[in-house]
């Protein structure tokens, strides 16, 4: 893997599921961290067809966009747009997908590394269901080691992005550790 | 301390642009994707504690003509639209390219290849070859930042509006971008009298447009917007030009292809007019030049040299649709002769868009259906095309197309020997926009027909911004309100009525009673009036939601499935009854009363 300054990931879910969030999320570390960063984001009426999708690059990039074969990992919240995206991720990728059942890794010419979380169920059980974007992102930064960002990271802008809703905050930041502690 | 870098959207980028330029005037119409940039103006201007004039325009061309004449007066002003905005805003674009500019004017058009959310892929840098002046095209949020600055000083350079055209990618991307602190903004103006100019005869167009093609000429060779070449790679017999977001992609793939050092890549900045040398220079030094751009051949066009240059027209690049970087890639890899697999992600099926859960149009549609059954059903440019999965329409043209059409459907068809009624449909927003001057039409011809204004009280479609009847403005500040109804008869409309098209039998009966009074006097008009329920509760508008449960009635016939398609009922393949789904449903009781078995039942 190359080193972790340089890195593409695909954030792939439905509408309403905090796709852009998460990609905001994602960006503002690493520009905590002093990298560049570009995304691509899905608006208007293609947002109102289900699937949303957008591309992270961090480090010296000039494209927004991802090419198929290209990132190093995917972040899925919704099982189903697995077998949409993965073809975005290359050889040796990360994919953390949020499933009940453990999903098994892919082979062939694209193989492809892939956890599980539930995280509709951890998130309902922090009694936040509609941070189920964060565990998906709890648990990626717990496996991908190379990730250019950790969790404190994560944390820190959650915090500075949720100023002034303690609530908010403290749901969020429960989601996220416990994606961090899920082992599946 | 604000940061001094901030992930910014593309269009954010643009107005940072505007603001920190000293632009003093900006006006706009919303369109996917460009709907972002005014707000974003605002909002800047407001924290850097700035003055001037920031406004949403009833359309395009207004918003233009307002701009403009800030220019005129000697200030920095900026107009910005969609692509198909453009072609509302024409009409002053190419007078004023005659006429020049004083203060800087900067146009934008924001392109929306794919179509993503659009009419057409039109490629507004041709309305700047057809009107004669210099078109920017950026390959990143933070280029077209920059190229605000640029297109300013070329504005006031050559005394000539510029249009910069950026595209979905580049609106739509975020990027960590530096800010600068915003120049002074000159909101002084220096307004002088020049009727021979501002005002001129056909005698001094004439002499006006020798002047713009000498400044076209001049342009053609200026050297801020020079192409610029990208690598370091010294030329061959082969070169690859770009520009937009396909610059931004090519050079991705120059270095994953090892392109990078031995493949000249250049980036226009300017697709047009084409520096003249540059034009001269790789033609006479290459033996083939490959050409990415979007959407049409622009660049190419310019390259005139067909058995050289390869592009859109000479078939190597798709003419239709935005050129993906896979597609670059591919592109890229056969012209310079390498090898690579091709890879492709399959576009998703995902469900068809639909109105959102709640939505009063799909009420109203619903009762136009009931009151009109073999109806003709024209319609328009909003959220409501997607009335189209209703059957309840039958034609989106172009703003305010509804009503015309509706009149020339009229015409077309009463010879028949059973005429259809005819219920046309158009947002408020769009009304304004665009469907005041046929209403006036129609009613001059007594045109037996009935238009249905869906007032929502919001422009949805692009992201909830004001109309003419909102009382507020971009900045959050009070304005005048205008009248809806009073428009409606103060263009002649006998017949103006207002229900709410919750109360679906109401509603259809209301329908009835204006078909049977266009008959005998010309147009009527019912305005249907509910707020759009997303905007409502964006703005903790008063909201009770009913509970709506499936009683033991239901047999699974899917009625109001297929006649009415709520996305929050559901009736999967195999299953018996219909499933509400509560965490869509927004508890508008709605469908009730569309249900022929009475199996859905409000309680509580
Ligand atoms: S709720 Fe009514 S319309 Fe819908 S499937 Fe059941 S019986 Fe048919
Ligand atoms: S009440 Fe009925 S029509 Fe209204 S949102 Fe719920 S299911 Fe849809």
Redesign the pocket.
């Known amino acids: 893997m190359k080193n972790g300054t340089a890195q593409q990931l695909v954030i792939s879910g439905v509408g309403g599921q905090g796709v852009l969030f998460l990609t905001r999320l994602l960006a503002e570390a690493a520009m905590d961290k002093g990298l560049a960063v570009f995304t691509s984001e899905t608006h208007g009426m293609a947002q109102r067809g289900g699937t949303v999708i957008s591309h992270l690059k961090v480090g010296d990039f000039t494209s927004p966009m991802i090419r198929p074969g290209c990132a190093d990992g995917l972040l899925v919240l919704k099982e189903e747009n697995l077998d949409l995206h993965a073809g975005y991720g290359r050889a040796g990728a990360w994919a953390v997908v949020n499933s009940r059942h453990p999903v098994p890794s892919r082979q062939g010419d694209c193989p492809l590394e892939v956890a599980t979380v539930d995280a509709f169920g951890l998130a309902r059980e922090v009694a936040s269901p509609r941070s189920s974007n964060l565990v998906v992102l709890g648990r990626a930064i717990t496996i991908c080691r190379d990730m250019f960002c950790g969790p404190d990271d994560i944390v820190r802008v959650l915090e500075r992005r949720l100023a002034g809703d303690e609530q908010r905050l403290h749901k969020a930041v429960t989601a996220f550790r416990a994606g961090m502690k899920a082992q599946q | 301390m604000k940061p001094s870098r901030l992930l910014l959207l593309g269009n954010e980028a643009i107005a940072r642009g505007l603001v920190e330029a000293g632009c003093a005037v900006a006006t706009a119409y919303p369109g996917t994707p460009s709907s972002e940039i005014l707000p974003a103006v605002a909002r800047f201007r407001a924290d850097e504690k700035l003055g001037g004039h920031v406004q949403w325009a009833v359309n395009e061309k207004v918003a233009f003509e307002i701009a403009y004449a800030a220019s005129i007066s000697g200030l920095r002003a900026a107009v910005s639209m969609k692509q198909v905005g453009l072609n509302v805003a024409s009409d002053p674009l190419m007078s004023a390219a005659y006429m020049g500019a004083k203060g800087g004017f900067l146009v934008i058009s924001a392109d929306d290849p794919g179509p993503h959310s659009s009419q057409t892929e039109q490629d507004s840098r041709l309305m700047a070859m057809m009107a004669k002046i210099p078109v920017l095209d950026p390959a990143s949020p933070l280029q077209a930042k920059q190229m605000v600055a640029a297109g300013f000083r070329l504005s006031e350079e050559f005394s000539i509006p510029v249009l910069l055209r950026p595209t979905t990618r580049v609106c739509h991307s975020r990027q960590d971008i530096e800010l600068s602190v915003p120049a002074p903004c000159e909101l002084n103006p220096d307004y002088r009298k020049d009727p021979l100019r501002w005002a001129a005869t056909p005698k001094f167009r004439f002499k006006l447009h020798g002047e713009l093609e000498d400044k076209l000429a001049r342009i053609a060779g200026w050297e801020a917007t020079r192409p610029v070449q990208l690598n370091r790679a010294r030329g061959g017999s082969l070169a690859v030009v770009a520009s937009g977001v396909a610059a931004a992609h090519a050079a991705e793939i120059f270095k994953a292809l090892g392109l990078w050092e031995n493949l000249p890549l250049y980036q226009v900045l300017q697709p047009y007019p084409l520096h003249t040398d540059f034009c001269r220079k790789i033609l006479e030094s290459c033996e083939s030049v490959l050409v990415l751009e979007e959407t049409t051949g622009v660049i190419e066009m310019q390259l005139a040299s067909r058995g050289q240059v390869r592009g859109k027209l000479s078939g190597d690049v798709p003419s239709v649709g935005e050129i993906l970087p896979e597609d670059i890639e591919q592109i890229v890899a056969g012209f310079a002769g390498v090898k690579v697999a091709a890879r492709r992600i399959q576009q998703a099926p995902g469900r068809r868009p639909t109105l959102c859960?709640?939505c009063p149009h799909r009420a109203a549609f619903f009762a136009i259906k009931k009151a009109a059954p073999k109806g003709v059903y024209p319609s328009d440019i909003g959220c409501y095309t997607l009335g189209l999965n209703l059957g309840a329409v039958d034609t989106v043209l172009c703003m305010g197309a509804a009503v015309s059409q509706a009149a020339g459907f009229h015409h077309a068809l009463k010879n028949r020997a059973k005429q259809p009624p005819i219920v046309a449909t158009i947002g408020d927003s769009t009304f304004f926009h665009s469907g005041i001057a046929p209403l006036v039409d129609s009613v001059v011809q007594k045109v037996p027909f009935v238009l249905v204004i869906l007032d929502n009280s919001t422009t949805a479609m692009t992201g909830n911004q004001p109309t003419a009847a909102s009382g507020w403005g971009v900045n959050g500040e009070s304005l005048a309100r205008v009248d809806l109804a009073a428009v409606v008869k103060g263009c002649g409309v006998g017949f103006c009525r207002q229900a709410d098209p919750y109360a679906i039998k109401e509603f259809a009966a209301l329908l009835k009673e204006a078909l049977a009074y266009c008959r005998d006097h010309g147009p009527a008009v019912v305005i249907s009036k509910r707020p759009c329920l997303l905007d409502l509760r964006r703005r903790g508008g008063n909201w009770e939601p009913?509970q709506?449960v499936v009683t033991e009635a239901c047999d699974g016939c899917g009625f109001c499935v297929t006649q009415?398609e709520?996305p929050?009922?559901v009736l999967a393949e195999g299953d018996k009854q219909v499933v509400?789904d509560t965490m869509v449903?927004?508890?508008?009781?709605?469908?009730?009363e569309v249900c022929p078995k009475k199996a859905?039942e409000v309680v509580g």
Not at chain 2, 585 to 592: H, N, R
């Open positions: 859960a709640g009913k709506v009415f709520c929050a009922l509400l449903c927004t508890g508008c009781g709605v469908c009730v859905l």
